[in-house]
């Protein structure tokens, strides 16, 4: 099957920092990336659409100036939490498909802890 | 309401059992439907696609009810590699669109 890799696995950073989490699909290219959010014993959350060569499109409540998507290839996107605040810490999981069937394939995730 | 609802959980269940999970979608036009299964701090991992017509996978059933927009997960004999967290999910648009997730219910197998 498809395969998407994340990096990095975990990051642990002080509170006003930012931290990019890349994600790159590897043996298919993917013109639309997701970029989702689980907190602790939650469903995982959609946060983003990364479109290739455009602007992403965030859904409501998540601030397009403080997780800043950057897609500038069709097999990179990456996802750039800015001024990270101890409220962010949360694992983010990025997705790519493709293949037109409704099924998505997902990094490994980045465990995020800011202090 | 919630656009995928799942039974909240915890099963905690004997090895060799056999488990049943149910799952309610809120909007009738979704186009494809998934069990997804997650470790703890891991990716979700696709575990099987849900049809009308129902499918088996091994030990595994998945059945859709378009009807009542009802999702069900049957595990029969269960395993102690089973435990995990068990994600229904919807693709409302179809294609290679976003996900939607269910809260997921934990399974615990016990020995």
């Known amino acids: 099957g498809a395969v998407v890799s994340q990096h990095p696995s975990w990051v642990i950073c002080k509170s006003g920092t930012s931290v990019k989490i890349e994600c790159r699909s590897l043996?298919?290219?993917?013109?639309?990336m997701f970029w989702y959010r689980q907190f602790p014993k939650q469903s995982l959350m959609l946060m983003a659409t990364s479109n290739e060569g455009s602007k992403a499109t965030y859904e409501q409540g998540v601030e397009k100036d403080k997780f800043l998507i950057n897609h500038a290839s069709l097999t990179l996107s990456t996802l750039t939490v800015t001024s990270a605040h101890p409220e962010d810490s949360s694992f983010y999981i990025c997705?790519?498909?493709?293949?037109?069937?409704?099924?998505?394939?997902f990094g490994s995730g980045t465990q995020l802890s800011v202090l | 309401r919630k656009e995928v609802e799942q039974d909240p959980g915890p099963f905690n269940v004997p090895e060799g059992a056999t488990v049943a999970f149910n799952c309610t979608y809120s909007?009738?036009?979704?186009?494809?439907f998934f069990w997804y299964r997650q470790d703890c701090r891991k990716e979700p991992k696709l575990l099987m696609s849900?049809?009308?017509s129902g499918n088996e996978d091994g030990r595994f059933t998945a059945q859709l009810n378009r009807a009542s927009q009802y999702i069900s997960l049957l595990i029969r004999d269960s395993k102690l590699s089973d435990s995990a967290t068990y994600l229904c999910v919807v693709n409302i648009k179809g294609g290679n669109t976003p996900l939607v997730f269910g809260k997921g219910t934990r399974l615990s197998v016990i020995a």
């Open positions: 849900v049809y009308s």
């Open positions: 997705s790519a498909g493709g293949q037109g069937d409704g099924k998505l394939f």
């Open positions: 043996d298919f290219q993917a013109t639309t």
């Open positions: 909007n009738s036009a979704s186009q494809s």
